[in-house]
């Protein structure tokens, strides 16, 4: 089976985000969360993109960019707790990642698997059982993507977030190993 993994995990230095460097993350997602938009997808609303929002995240340690020859080319959010969608999971027992977004120049290159790789790898190393994300729920080819990386869907989610209403699919991928599938979803 072919890899997903285009760009190499080596190939990209994925560092915490500074505070100057919020903006930059915050442009990545709004490029990404723009384009989606013009293709008639919102997945993020603009409102929730901004360095306001993002200074908080940064300052903990849990924004971080994903540079490729010292271009900044992903961003994502990489937590060790996740009350609002997963509040039921002991501390210490898995790493959560959110707002995982790509320059649309090196869409489809791999940057997006290597940072879910790269994420897992943390969690591994810290002795993590999982890594787990949500992503809407309503977006069969976002939730293909997340399941041949190797995540299962355990549930789904119904709240509302900054005023925006959500439904999102939960998943899960095991630290033991990463594997590439081409399984039905489970939920």
Sequence with gaps: MPSLLKIEIADLEIKPASLEEVEVACDILQEAARWLMARG???????????????????QGELFLAYLHSQAVGTCTYQLSDLLFWPQIPAGTSAFLHKVAVRRKVAGQGVAATMVAWAKEQAKAAGLSYLRLDTDFNRPRLRSFYERLGFTCVGEKHLTRLGYPLHVALYELSCARIRFRDESRLC
């Design 41 to 59: 997808e919102t997945l993020w609303h603009l409102d929730e993109l901004t360095p306001e929002h993002f200074r908080p995240v940064a300052q």
